[in-house]
């Protein structure tokens, strides 16, 4: 049984810093690529960044690029998504997203889901 469980959610003042964490259990870790999404209120899904099953490539949106960072230690079965300079905007669940040897991950393509993490950022 595949579990993607996700912590490190909270309130922040814009700004300031978060660091999410998700614990992967019941697969290969290291043949997963690893992904973020997020979710706020009334709005779809959407990709937050990204990195590959080999650990080389990271992607990330437009909108954080520059101030989140993904990244990933296969010897915890954990990714991390390091958050600065966070914005009210940021503010959405936070998922964590498993996809076999996936690279750019897209919800359509995600196979495995955590059960997210809520981020709040107050102006």
């Known amino acids: 049984q595949v579990q993607l469980v996700e912590s490190g959610g909270g309130l922040v003042q814009a700004g300031g810093s978060l660091r999410l964490s998700c614990a992967a259990s019941?697969?290969?870790?290291?043949?997963?690529?690893m992904g973020w999404f997020r979710q706020a209120p009334g709005k779809e899904r959407e990709f937050v960044a990204s990195i590959d099953w080999l650990g080389g490539s990271t992607y990330y949106s437009d909108a954080v690029k520059g101030r989140f960072t993904i990244s990933r230690d296969n010897a915890r079965n954990t990714v991390y998504l390091q958050m600065n300079s966070l914005r009210p905007e940021d503010t959405a669940v936070y998922y964590c997203?498993?996809?076999?040897?996936?690279?750019?991950?897209?919800?359509?393509?995600?196979?495995?889901w955590g059960q997210g993490t809520q981020v709040t950022v107050s102006s």
């Open positions: 997203a498993a996809e076999l040897r996936g690279r750019d991950l897209r919800v359509r393509t995600v196979n495995y």
């Open positions: 019941g697969l290969t870790f290291s043949n997963y690529g």
